[in-house]
């Protein structure tokens, strides 16, 4: 039996960072997916390994299953119930992942690497397998990857896990699982966030598993209705950076100057609900779409001010700031900024030939640019076609 699960990246329209300490946030999944393919091995097979793929970088990992059941005793196997991780399980994780040879460059696979393998084990014990990952995404850059590979390996383990999921086996093509499932996937998912980014909020692995756009605040979810095109500009100026850190240092200015991040966190809460609020109120013209274009691009704006506030922009972020500003665009990072990906809202009534110029120069910078469809489909799971 093999199965084969995707899940979407994401954009941030406001609220990053500030949602790790209880702001609202925006999110909205973008058409980027990440797909994990799961078998187990017949006996014929003769196969007792556990591996792990990931195709797009041309590198496989495996271990033994005797191995994982040496250097893991006490391993889980219980899809239903998550279990929390302990000391000891975390560093017989790290050692299944230092005997690999992972190149030095890719260093920061590691972390992935250990949340497959805690995904796995706490979910499938230690009978053997083969994970196959590939992604539209570019990771570590702010649109999601963690959480897209998160969720779509949780949504595989599950489906091949007997009771836990309830899957139509005969449907054709992709499927959306049912309400209890998905939120299955995505406490799984969480936990495999945690991993990755140390303090996650819990907003990245929710709008790729849910899809469309989403309020978040607190572990909370609302889906947000809208009609209004919301189109964005996505520009990854290639600067890496990772999360975990970003996140950290963010805590460590609260820490520092707990009154002053209050209030910027509490600047960027109103700032997402009035965003939300724009985005969901009825549109009657294209007047009313113009009037809310600027407002979301001053909120863009003003978010963006704070996220520099709180030490997460990038002299890269800023080019791309500079750039934009020249045709009256408005720009703000997503994600974990330090670098990544940026947004650049694109006003329904903007040409295509200054969107032409704007990418132009950007490009001469040495970024790259995509647009991305926003709002889309969620995680989802299929067993033929593939
Ligand atoms: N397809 C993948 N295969 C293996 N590991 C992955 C994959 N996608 C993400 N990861 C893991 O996630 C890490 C990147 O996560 P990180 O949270 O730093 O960035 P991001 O999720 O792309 O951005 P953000 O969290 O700001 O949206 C990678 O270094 C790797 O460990
Ligand atoms: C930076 C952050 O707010 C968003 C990363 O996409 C972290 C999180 O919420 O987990
Ligand atoms: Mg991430």
């Known amino acids: 039996m093999e199965v084969r699960a995707r899940a979407p990246g994401k954009i941030i329209l ?6 790790v300490h209880g702001s609202a946030a925006v999110a909205a999944a973008i058409d980027l997916y990440t797909y994990v393919s799961l078998r ?40 239903g119930s998550i279990p929390s991780y302990s000391l000891e399980a975390m560093k017989a994780i790290a050692s299944l992942v230092e005997e690999q040879s992972i190149p030095e460059d890719n260093t920061g696979l590691i972390s992935g690497i250990s949340a497959f393998l805690w995904l796995y084990t706490s979910i499938h014990g230690n009978k053997p ?24 390996l949780s949504a595989a383990l599950l489906s091949l ?83 975990k850190s970003l996140v950290a240092g963010v805590s460590k200015r609260a820490l520092k100057h707990p009154i002053a991040m209050v209030s910027i966190f509490n600047a960027v809460d109103s700032i997402s609900n009035e965003l939300s609020e724009i985005i969901q109120s009825p549109i009657s013209d294209d007047l009313v779409i113009t009037e809310k274009e600027e407002k979301i691009a001053e909120l863009m704006e003003m978010n963006q001010g704070l996220l520099q506030s709180m030490g ?23 994600g974990a900024g330090g670098g990544g990906c940026v947004l650049t809202l694109l006003p329904t009534l903007l040409s295509g030939t200054v969107v032409d110029k704007v990418v132009a120069e950007l490009v001469s910078c040495g970024f790259h640019c995509l647009v991305a469809g926003i709002g889309g489909r969620g995680m989802e799971v299929c067993f033929n076609g593939f």
């Not at 406001?14 to 949602?19: C, K, N, R, S």
């Not at 397998?129 to 779509?152: D, N």
């Open 161 to 243: 896990s007997s009771d836990s999921v309830k899957l139509d086996f005969n449907h054709q093509g992709w499927q959306v699982l049912g309400k209890s499932e998905l939120e299955l996937v995505n406490k799984w998912a969480f936990e495999g966030e945690k991993i990755i980014h140390g303090k996650p909020s819990g907003i990245d692995n929710t709008v790729s598993t849910y899809g469309n756009m989403i309020k978040f605040k607190s572990g909370e979810l609302t889906h947000i209705k809208t009609n209004m095109p919301v189109k964005m500009l996505i520009t990854n100026t290639k600067v890496g950076r990772n999360t």
């Open 129 to 152: 397998a083969k994970a196959v990952v590939t992604s539209e995404l570019p990771l570590g850059s702010g649109l999601g990857s963690s959480a897209a590979f998160c969720v779509a």
């Open 40 to 79: 187990f091995p017949t006996p014929e097979d003769n196969d007792e390994e556990l591996k792990l793929h990931l195709k797009d970088m041309g590198l496989e990992f495996s271990w033994p299953v005797g191995k994982i059941k040496e250097t893991m005793p006490e391993l889980g196997g219980v899809p």
């Open 312 to 334: 997460v922009s990038h002299t890269s972020i800023e080019t791309v700031i500079r750039t934009t500003s020249k045709y009256k665009l408005s720009t703000k990072l997503t």
């Open 14 to 19: 406001a609220g990053e960072h500030a949602v």
